[in-house]
């Protein structure tokens, strides 16, 4: 099936609608200049808040790995995605140390990104067309040099979801400003795309990680 990662949650209205979607995974955005920025201990509370069968993704962008893995150890989240300069040596230093999968996101421009997106040692890749959370959407022609499973993740929301995934074949979708009024996140939305995607989900070859 195509799973479904709700991103840039911050409140505990934001937890709630989740629970009643359950979707696969929900996004917890690390990076300190982000609006959707939470800190650790606004993250461990709202982990405890979350249903326990959602996985808590932890967006970085170029975080000591040992921060990160620390998160991870204290059960704060449970997957790593990496939205910076991260390499294979963080990559593999993750892998190892906490034992769990890493997301790492790219931004795809050109056919040189989307060579260094298949070739990355991370467990999964999110592909995007900026930094994450734009709402903007990057050339899927692109995506034909990727045969490998990915996130699909920018410009999406309730509508442009089903023609994604009439188009293409993700592992994953990934959306964050396509589920916001003025900057938060509506239940409403949240639904809607929840809903978009069951509408149209197939069986997958791969389970969530």
């Known amino acids: 099936m195509i799973c479904i990662k709700l991103c840039g949650l911050s409140r505990p209205q934001d937890i709630d609608a989740a629970n009643r979607l359950h979707p696969d995974y929900v996004g917890f955005v690390f990076a300190p200049k982000s609006r959707r920025y939470v800190s650790p201990k606004q993250a461990a509370e709202l982990k405890q808040q979350l249903d326990p069968s959602i996985q808590a993704v932890g967006v970085f962008v170029d975080e000591n790995p040992e921060t990160i893995l620390s998160l991870l150890e204290q059960g704060i989240i449970d997957i790593p995605q990496l939205h910076g300069r991260e390499g294979e040596k963080e990559i593999r230093f993750l892998q190892k140390a906490a034992g ?41 022609r692109l995506l034909e040099a990727i045969s490998r499973p990915y996130f699909l993740a920018g410009g999406l929301d309730a509508e442009t979801v ?48």
């Open 162 to 209: 089903i023609t994604a995934l009439e188009r293409l074949d993700p592992y994953g979708v990934d959306v964050s400003s396509g589920i916001e009024t003025q900057g938060q996140k509506d239940p409403a939305k949240m639904e809607a795309f929840v809903r978009a995607v069951e509408a149209v989900r197939k069986l997958s070859r791969k389970p969530p990680l």
């Open 100 to 140: 769990r999968p890493v997301i790492k996101a790219f931004s795809l421009h050109t056919p040189q990104d989307a060579a260094l997106a298949q070739e990355s040692p991370a467990d999964l890749i999110l592909l995007d067309s900026g930094p994450g959370g734009t709402g903007a959407a990057f050339d899927w």
